[in-house]
């Protein structure tokens, strides 16, 4: 059996994946949504390497470029849905809407 860490008790996959969801169950809306946000920034950073990769066989990956450009266009709106979100969670928190 697979140990995942070693401690005044052996911990084995059960009781570990039991711990691991009463701790994401404790998880807040806000602080999921503050995740989400800096994953966006990652994923528009990444759009933004592939474009200017591809921008240098644009004439043989022109296909790639139109769809990195609509992703690029789409993960900047959600990164604005998601800001918006968080700013009205965090209103809710203080106890105003």
């Known amino acids: 059996m697979k140990h995942y860490w070693?401690?005044?008790?052996?911990?084995t996959r059960k009781p570990f994946l039991e711990r691991w969801k009463a701790g994401i169950a404790m998880v807040t809306p806000l602080q999921a949504s503050m995740a989400q946000q800096k994953s966006n920034y990652?994923?528009?950073?990444?759009?933004?390497?592939?474009?200017?990769?591809?921008a240098f066989k644009l004439k043989d990956f022109w296909w790639i470029e139109v769809?990195?450009?609509?992703?690029?266009?789409?993960?900047?709106?959600?990164?604005?849905?998601?800001?918006?979100?968080?700013?009205?969670?965090?209103?809710?928190?203080?106890?105003g809407v």
């Open 6 to 11: 070693t401690g005044e008790e052996m911990k």
């Open 67 to 95: 769809i990195l450009v609509a992703g690029l266009f789409n993960q900047i709106y959600m990164t604005i849905a998601t800001a918006q979100k968080i700013k009205l969670l965090r209103n809710i928190e203080k106890g």
């Open 42 to 54: 990652i994923m528009i950073i990444g759009l933004i390497c592939g474009i200017i990769a591809t």
